[in-house]
């Protein structure tokens, strides 16, 4: 039988502190000391204005299906923050909990003390259904689920489950030349991103009261994927940024910490029942402007710019730009009509945050690989020339 543990281990995370920030970042639930920005928004908090009041009737028992790597780490401090009790599902590889940046050891400590985990392979279908049936949960948040083959034993296990809300992405649209992308809008199901498709047919299948959260590119501190990282790298080397084209095709950033608030909101409310979400920020961006946006953010000057042709080039198996090369971008009108949620983190404040409680400190994910830059860079001098 599988068995609950309580983690109390102190994972600091590596920072820098002799490392000033070019702009500071507003207080959130991760944040110490509240810092303000000269913006017009400087004054906000983080936390959520409404956040939800819990009584010990409201409280309920949680499972994450992940919930160390990225949105898990924000969005469990939420939930424990609000008397949720959480437990983690995770093959343990990595720590259960990490202090995070800027977190004061009386919060990680709170935190740390309360979080709960539960050692496996969600690939072991029968260890799921037994270990899951045994301990019972109210609410199952899958942050990591790829594929509707992993998500059948959980409901097995859990047939009073209450909600299951599901971390989808927006990658599932079908390309389409009119955008924004809406959650009634055709989807692909050849894309890369299919199996969370099929899971939000299951969900929908199994009469379950299920919630989809659907988010375009994600970014802010502790980002596994090189997003705004990609640009960071190029701007703490001095070096020009290649983007392919023309430079101007619009994409879409969510900040971290809203999505873990979604995430939050949608928990018992009966607007999200067996509903699909985008979310994501309020504004679009140009990759132009996204490169000026992460330079203005992180106090570097504004980058130098080379367009280029991919179809010129054969990088191989390397990825020379983080971002696909088209317009990408989708409405937020629902979930801020019909769950009472907006982002609090306009780009370059957010960005701000994401530097300066990361990479700033000097921690990243991936090191830096300038190979297609060269490829890309030396060819423009020779057009140049």
């Known amino acids: 039988m599988s068995r609950l543990v309580v983690v109390q281990q102190k994972q600091p995370f590596i920072t820098h502190s002799s490392i000033s920030s070019p702009l ?91 979080i709960l985990h539960l050692k496996g392979d969600r690939q ?71 199996g969370k498709l099929e899971t939000e047919s299951l969900l929908a299948s199994r009469g379950v009261n299920w919630t989809s959260v659907r988010p375009v590119y994600i970014y802010g501190p502790l980002n596994y994927n090189p997003v705004e990282e990609w640009f960071f790298h190029r701007l703490k080397a001095g070096r020009p940024i290649p983007i392919p084209n023309a430079g101007n095709q619009i994409t879409q950033l969510g900040h971290v910490k809203d999505l873990a608030r979604a995430f939050v909101t949608v928990l018992g409310n009966a607007k999200a029942s067996k509903q699909v979400f985008n979310i994501s920020g309020a504004k679009y961006v140009t990759f132009d402007g996204l490169a000026k946006a992460c330079a203005k953010a992180a106090g570097f000057p504004e980058p130098e710019i080379v367009h280029y042709n991919p179809k010129e080039f054969d990088f191989g198996k390397k990825k020379a730009f983080p971002f696909r090369d088209q317009h990408f971008f989708a409405s ?54």
């Open 24 to 114: 500071p970042s507003s207080l959130s639930d991760f944040n110490g000391i509240r810092l303000k920005l000269p913006t017009k928004n400087s004054t906000k908090a983080w936390q959520s204005k409404k956040a939800m009041r819990v009584t010990a009737s409201s409280a309920k028992k949680i499972l994450v299906m992940g919930g160390t790597r990225f949105i898990g780490v924000f969005m469990s401090r939420l939930l424990v923050k609000e008397g949720h009790q959480v437990t983690l599902f995770t093959r343990g590889k990595a720590p259960i909990t990490q202090q995070l940046p800027g977190e004061s050891d009386q919060d990680y400590a709170e935190f740390s003390s309360k």
């Open 124 to 194: 072991d279908f029968e260890f799921v259904k037994s270990s899951l049936a045994a301990e019972g949960f109210d609410v199952v948040y899958d942050i990591n689920g790829r594929e509707a083959v992993e998500v059948e034993p959980i409901l097995d296990a859990l047939p009073n489950l209450e909600q299951y809300i599901y971390c989808s992405s927006a990658g599932v649209y079908l390309k389409s030349d009119l955008l924004p992308h809406f959650e009634t809008d055709a989807v692909d199901p050849k894309s890369r991103h299919k």
């Open 332 to 385: 937020i009108d629902k979930a801020t009509r019909e769950l009472d949620w907006a982002p609090e983190f306009d780009l370059v404040e957010g960005l701000a945050d994401s530097y300066n409680l990361d990479f700033g400190r000097g921690t990243f994910r991936k090191a830096a690989d300038f190979t297609t830059d060269d490829m890309i860079l030396g060819k423009s001098l020779v057009l140049q020339n």
